[in-house]
């Protein structure tokens, strides 16, 4: 079994930061893409960032420049660093793992998820 457990969510005023931290424990082989996602109350849930095992990442274009998506593959570990946060960024932060476990099954894992609200 895998877990993913999200820290760092909370409440900012725009313009603000936060950095979000995911750490994957549990039977794990290895970790392709890990990435974070949100779902904004009425909307559907859509990818922030994602960043492969090499180092390759992918943002929204919505928060290009703003936001920096990293990853420490010696602890599991997938970071968000979120800058000049605007009140539309607000959201139920949740990370994502493409997991290889000990057992060499292939399967896509999620944490429990952080809410992050922007004040205006």
């Known amino acids: 079994q895998v877990q993913l457990v999200e820290s760092g969510g909370g409440l900012v005023q725009a313009g603000g930061s936060l950095r979000l931290s995911c750490a994957a424990s549990g039977s794990i082989f290895s970790i392709y893409t890990m990435g974070w996602y949100r779902q904004a109350p009425g909307k559907r849930r859509e990818l922030v960032a994602a960043?492969?095992?090499?180092?390759?990442?992918n943002y929204a274009d919505s928060v290009k420049g703003r936001f920096t998506i990293s990853r420490d593959n010696a602890k599991n570990t997938v970071y968000l660093q979120m800058n000049s946060l605007e009140p539309e960024d607000t959201a139920v932060y949740s990370c994502n793992a493409d997991v290889l476990t000990t057992v060499l099954r292939r399967d896509n894992y999620w944490g429990q998820g952080t809410q992050v609200t922007v004040s205006s």
């Open positions: 960043i492969t095992s090499g180092g390759n990442t």
